[in-house]
Nanobody, 125 residues
Framework: VQLVESGGGLVQAGGSLRLSCAAS????????MGWFRQAPGKEREFVAGISRSGGSTLYADSVKGRFTISRDNAKNTVYLQMNSLKPEDTAVYYC???????????????????WGQGTQVTVSS
């Protein structure tokens, strides 16, 4: 499966962005989907994940209550709505997909099978 992220950009603190991840090649409903981010000099970290069915979601503590992950399997697209952005949210954001049998399982480790190229999110103070 190929993943292409979009929606990144420059925003002021307190603002919002919505990232999209379009999957092609195979139906995204086969995959648990996740968003990760990597800031300069830091390791890639889990941000949010959603199960194949969309019925289960998990978030990093740092983004709980501010970010929302969702998916539209008919469109093979996963979204990350980011509100109340902070300068520390600045990073390259990656979409990832993992083939998994369980329909309500969310994977939080960076062991996903497929990755997008990333989209830059910059939050100015």
């Amino acid at each position: 499966v190929q993943l292409v992220e979009s929606g990144g950009g420059l925003v002021q603190a307190g603002g919002s962005l919505r990232l999209s991840c379009a999957a092609s090649g195979r139906a995204s409903s086969r995959y648990c989907m996740g968003w990760f981010r990597q800031a300069p000099g830091k390791e890639r970290e889990f941000v949010a994940g959603i199960s194949r069915s969309g019925g289960s979601t998990l978030y990093a503590d740092s983004v709980k209550g501010r970010f929302t992950i969702s998916r539209d399997n008919a469109k093979n697209t996963v979204y990350l709505q980011m509100n109340s952005l902070k300068p520390e949210d600045t990073a390259v954001y990656y979409c990832a997909a993992e083939a998994i049998l369980g329909t309500n399982v969310v994977v939080t480790s960076p062991t996903y099978d497929y990755w997008g190229q990333g989209t830059q999110v910059t939050v100015s103070s």
